[in-house]
């Protein structure tokens, strides 16, 4: 049976819940200009380890009375304009205040559970940029290359790269054949079952274990003529690189 990679369209409404960012979560905004890091996927939307939703930051009125930053909160479906949306940030002045009257805007974002080659750890990749989804999804329908394990691990790696600064800012990705590691399959089989990223949408700790049931809101998994793509199990045709990573 073909392994659910990415997650289908889907809507499910649920309730908003509140989330605070801990380690180890890794975000493409924190590489400068010219840098890159390497990953490696780990588990799916079939397995609870790949979900996508929507990330807002809130504001709150502390005892002074004052607005203040009050963490993010995620939804499984676009939020709208909520009462707590915190207010943009004026980057042009040096003491970076607040635009009364204007708010920051939901972001999509695509979660997924990974392996770091830099800090050899397991990871989740926070992805917000839409560029990067995009490429990723692109690279994921390319089955005959880039394949997956029976246990859900990716048969390669992907470099995400940061290029310029500022609104000059680009991303990318390269996918790389890399046979998966022994060492990697039993580190998977010990501790995959700790990690259920759908935690995320009732406000629990995605690193404590199954906490719910629902997988949570899906990312796209179409091709160029909107039929769904799943992914093989097939041994990859490209070069395979066994570094152990």
Wanted: charged residues 30%; hydrophobic residues 30%; glycine residues 8%.
């Amino acid at each position: 049976m073909a392994l659910q990679v990415l997650p289908p369209e889907l809507l499910e409404t649920k309730d908003k819940i509140e989330t605070k960012e801990e380690q180890p979560y890794w975000k493409p905004s924190t590489l400068g200009d010219g840098e890159s890091e390497e990953f490696r996927l780990l588990g799916c939307y079939e397995t609870g380890h790949a979900i996508t939703g929507w990330q807002y930051p809130s504001e709150k009125r502390g005892p002074d009375g004052e607005l203040k930053f009050n963490g993010y909160v995620v939804t499984r479906t676009h939020p709208g304009q909520p009462e707590d949306l915190a207010r943009e940030t004026d980057w042009s002045k040096p003491d970076r205040p607040k635009i009364d009257g204007s708010y920051c805007k939901p972001r999509k974002f695509l979660a997924w559970v990974a392996t770091s080659a830099a800090r050899g750890r397991l990871e989740v990749l926070f992805i917000e940029q839409r560029s990067l989804r995009e490429q990723l999804t692109e690279i994921l329908q390319e089955i005959e290359d880039y394949t997956w394990t029976e246990e859900g691990l990716a048969n390669f790696s992907i470099k995400i790269s940061r290029k310029g600064q500022g609104l000059e800012t680009s991303y990318s990705i390269l996918p790389k054949v890399r046979k998966v590691p022994e060492k990697i399959r039993k580190e998977w089989e010990t501790t995959r079952d700790s990690i259920w990223l759908p935690n995320f949408f009732e406000g629990k700790d995605p690193f404590a274990g199954r906490q719910v049931d629902a997988k949570g809101l899906p990312a796209a998994g179409t091709d160029k003529s909107g039929a769904y793509v799943a992914p093989t199990t097939q041994t990859a045709k490209a070069e395979i690189d066994n570094t152990e990573f």
